[in-house]
């Protein structure tokens, strides 16, 4: 990880929302797995789940609570 921004880098989006809460009901995948739970390009914390409805957590910034502060400042 690196202190500078990857800058063409960008999240997959879900397959779709409903009631305002992201959904993907398509066949998961190691890297959308690694994108979504293990993930320290992405902001977020919550994102999208791998399968299903609602959000799961970007493990990786709960490892590193430290960078996600530095990360959220940005």
Known sequence: MTDEPDEEYRPSDP????AGMPYDLRRPTGAKLAERWWNGRDPRLFTPKVFGWGYDLNAYWLAHPGEYL???RR
């Open 70 to 72: 530095k990360a959220r």
């Open 15 to 18: 397959q779709g929302r409903f």
